[in-house]
C-alpha cells in the first residue's frame, strides 16, 4: 500500500495523450479537475496522516475521443515554505511543524500567545470549487487557492476572513442553479461567540469596474447559528440542501478550542484536538431558505459522525436526507501513514462501517401537532398559531374527503413520518423535541456523488465508491434508492477513485451520461487510467490508460467544454462592457 499512499508522486506538468480502448461519446468534451495528496515526505521530514500531503492537482481533458493527462502541485505558501526548508514547516492536520526560524513566511503561527486561533495552511489539497468563471481548490481552512483549470498554475490566496468572518469553511459547497454558490464555515470565539456562518457567493456580479466582478466580495451572510458550546464547536465536512431548507448536523465530533490554542506549545497536531463524544446526541439543524431562519423545533438523533452528505429533498412537509454515517471518529485513525503502510490489512480494518442511511425531519411540528401531507405552503407561512389551532379544529370537524390535507395531533411518542419514501421515523417527546431515526439504506460505501441536477430534489441514483474491509475503495457502485439494487464496477489491483456523473446533453433519464473515474493500478503490468462508464448500464464505455504517476485523490469536478466555449466566443472583457449577467453551466 506503500505504493498507493506513502510515496510522493511526480507531476506531470506537460500533457501526456493516453491510450484509449474503447469508444469515448462523441458529446463528452471537457475536462475532469481532481484534487489530493500526492506528496508526503520533504526532505527529512514526514507527514502522520494521508490528509497532510501536499496538494496535487490532476487533469483529464477530454476531447474529440482523445484524452490528455497533467499534474502539478499546488503552488501554495505551505508548498513553497516546506520546499525551500527542504523540511515540513506547516502544520496540517495530523502532524504539527515549526517554522523555520530563519524565514518568517508564517510568523503568525506563533501567534497562539496573544490569539486563540493560530494561522492554518493553504495547502488546499481536498476539492475544487467553482466560483462565478474562477476556480479554486479548498480545504477546510479559512483559505482557498485559486487555479487556472487549463494549466493547473496557481494564482491569488483567498483568506475568506477578508469577506465572512470563519476561522474554518467546509470543501464542499453547494451550487444552485444559476452556479451561485452556497457554503458553511465555524467563527471561532469571535466577540465572545462561536457560531455556523451559512453564506452565499454570487455567481455573477453586475459591477462595472473590473475590481467589483471579483464575486468573493460580494459575499452575503445568510444565516448563523450559535454553537452550542463556546470552546467545543462540531466538526463537520459537508451539510445538505433541499430546493428551501438546509440541513447542517451538530455532530458530537467535536473541536477543543482551547486544545487547538495550545497545540503549538504542546508540539501537537489538530488531529489530537478533535474528539468523538460517544455521549453526546447529534443535533439536526433545518434552516429555511426564505426567511433565513432555523425551524425552531429541536431535532436530534443518537451520536453518529457524517462526513458526506448524498443528497436532501422536500416530501409532503418533511425534509429527507441521506448521508454516510459512521458509529464514532475512528476513520480519521485509519489514515494515519503508519497503519496504510505496514500491515495494512491488520492496522486498517475499519471498526465502524461507513452506511447510507435515511433521515426523515417532519417540518411542522408545534405543541398542537404536527402538520402532515399537502397542506397548502402559502397556508404553512402565514397561518398564525391562533388560525392554526381554529384550521386544526375545523379540520378536525370537518376532515377533508381525499384526506389529502389533514392536521394531527400527534401523541407522544408517535411517529411523525408518513411519507412513501422512507420508513425512518421521527418521534414526538414530552419536552417537544423530535427524536430521529433513520433507515439504513446500504452498508460500505463512501465518496458519494448524484447527477447534480438532482441536488436538493428527489432523486433516484448514488454514485460513490464501495468500501469492504478497509477504508481503501476496491470497486465503483451505482445504488438505486428506489429499487434498494446496486450495479457494480471493480477489477483486480485498481483502486478507484470518486465516480463523477456526466448527463449527457439532453438528457431525460436521471442516469442518462457516464461515470469518470480515475483508477490507480498496483499491479506493475497495467497503467493507472480515465475509466468511462456508462451510468446506466455500469458498463465500460472506453479507458483512458496513462503513462504517469497517478496518485489516489480525494474530490473534483468535471468542467464541460460548453463554458469554455461559450469563455472563447465572449469577446475580451474591457471596463466599459463588463456588465453581462448571464448564467453559467454548472457541473459540480
Ligand atoms: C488543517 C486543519 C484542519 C484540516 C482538516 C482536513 C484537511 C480534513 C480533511 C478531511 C477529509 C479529506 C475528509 C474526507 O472525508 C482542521 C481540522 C479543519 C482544523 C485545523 C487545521
Ligand atoms: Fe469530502
Redesign the pocket.
Given at each position: 500500500m506503500e505504493i498507493i499512499f506513502g510515496r510522493n508522486k511526480k507531476e506531470q506538468l506537460e500533457p501526456v495523450s493516453a491510450r484509449v480502448t474503447g469508444k469515448i461519446p462523441a458529446w463528452l468534451q471537457g475536462t475532469l479537475l481532481r484534487n489530493g495528496p500526492g506528496m508526503h515526505t520533504v526532505g527529512e521530514s514526514r507527514y502522520n496522516h494521508w490528509?497532510d500531503g501536499l496538494a496535487l492537482l490532476h487533469s483529464f481533458s477530454i476531447r474529440d475521443g482523445e484524452v490528455f493527462y497533467r499534474s502539478k502541485y499546488l503552488q501554495s505558501d505551505t508548498y513553497s515554505a516546506n520546499i525551500e526548508a527542504n523540511k515540513i514547516v506547516v502544520s496540517?492536520?495530523g502532524t504539527m511543524a515549526y517554522p523555520d526560524p530563519c524565514k518568517n513566511i508564517f510568523s503568525k503561527a506563533f501567534s497562539y500567545l496573544s490569539h486563540t486561533i493560530p494561522d492554518?495552511?493553504d495547502n488546499c489539497?481536498?476539492n475544487i470549487m467553482r466560483c462565478g468563471d474562477d476556480f479554486y481548490a479548498t480545504?477546510?481552512?479559512n483559505y482557498i487557492r485559486k487555479i487556472n483549470p487549463q494549466t493547473l498554475e496557481t494564482l491569488d490566496k483567498v483568506d475568506y476572513r477578508k469577506y465572512v468572518a470563519v476561522n474554518?469553511a467546509t470543501a464542499h459547497p453547494h451550487y444552485d442553479a444559476a452556479g451561485n454558490v452556497l457554503n458553511m464555515g465555524t467563527s471561532i470565539v469571535d466577540n465572545g461567540r462561536t457560531k455556523y456562518v451559512m453564506f452565499k457567493i454570487p455567481a455573477t456580479v453586475p459591477g462595472t469596474k473590473k475590481k467589483e466582478k471579483n464575486p468573493l466580495k460580494h459575499t452575503e451572510v445568510f444565516c448563523s447559528i450559535p454553537s452550542r458550546s463556546l470552546l467545543s464547536p462540531s466538526?463537520y465536512?459537508s451539510f445538505g440542501v433541499t430546493e428551501n431548507y438546509v440541513i447542517f448536523l451538530e455532530q458530537p465530533f467535536k473541536?477543543d478550542i482551547l486544545k487547538m490554542a495550545t497545540a503549538y506549545m504542546r508540539g501537537v497536531s489538530?488531529?489530537s484536538c478533535?474528539s468523538f463524544h460517544r455521549e453526546d446526541k447529534t443535533y439536526i439543524h433545518i434552516i429555511d431558505q426564505r426567511t433565513r431562519k432555523p425551524v425552531p423545533t429541536k431535532f436530534y438523533t443518537d451520536p453518529m459522525v457524517v462526513?458526506?452528505h448524498v443528497n436532501a429533498y422536500e416530501e409532503e412537509g418533511c425534509v429527507v436526507f441521506d448521508v454516510i454515517a459512521y458509529e464514532d471518529s475512528s476513520l480519521y485513525q485509519l489514515f494515519y501513514l503508519a497503519n496504510l503502510n505496514q500491515n495494512f490489512e491488520e492496522n486498517s480494518r475499519m471498526t465502524s462501517v461507513p452506511t447510507l442511511k435515511r433521515f426523515a425531519v417532519p417540518l411542522h411540528v408545534d405543541k398542537f401537532g404536527v402538520i402532515c401531507c399537502n397542506f397548502p405552503a402559502h397556508a404553512q407561512d402565514s397561518i398564525s398559531r391562533t388560525s392554526l389551532v381554529l384550521y386544526q379544529w375545523t379540520l378536525r370537524k370537518h376532515p377533508s374527503e381525499d384526506g389529502s390535507s389533514f392536521l394531527q395531533n400527534a401523541e407522544v411518542g408517535s411517529n411523525l413520518i408518513k411519507v412513501p419514501s422512507t420508513r425512518a421515523t421521527a418521534l414526538k417527546e414530552k419536552d417537544g423535541h423530535v427524536y430521529c431515526q433513520p433507515e439504513v439504506l446500504y452498508k460500505g460505501l463512501e465518496l458519494p456523488r448524484i447527477n447534480y441536477a438532482h441536488n436538493g430534489k428527489p432523486y433516484r441514483y448514488i454514485y460513490a465508491a464501495e468500501v469492504q474491509w478497509s477504508p481503501i475503495p476496491t470497486k465503483i457502485l451505482k445504488y438505486d434508492v428506489l429499487t434498494k439494487s446496486s450495479l457494480k464496477w471493480g477489477e483486480e489491483c485498481c483502486w478507484p477513485a470518486e465516480p463523477v456523473f456526466v448527463p449527457t446533453p439532453g438528457a431525460k433519464d436521471e442516469d442518462d451520461g457516464v461515470i469518470l473515474s480515475a483508477i490507480v493500478s498496483t499491479d506493475p503490468q497495467k497503467l493507472p487510467f480515465l475509466l468511462i462508464l456508462d451510468a446506466k448500464t455500469f458498463t465500460e464505455l472506453a479507458r483512458a490508460s496513462v503513462h504517469a504517476d497517478l496518485h489516489l485523490d480525494?474530490h473534483g469536478l468535471f468542467i464541460p467544454d460548453v463554458d469554455r466555449s461559450a469563455e472563447k466566443q465572449t469577446p475580451a472583457v474591457t471596463q466599459e462592457d463588463e456588465n453581462s449577467d448571464a448564467p453559467i453551466t454548472q457541473q459540480a
Open positions: 490528509f496540517e492536520f492554518f495552511t489539497l481536498i480545504t477546510e481552512t474554518l466538526y465536512h473541536l489538530w488531529a478533535m462526513f458526506h480525494l
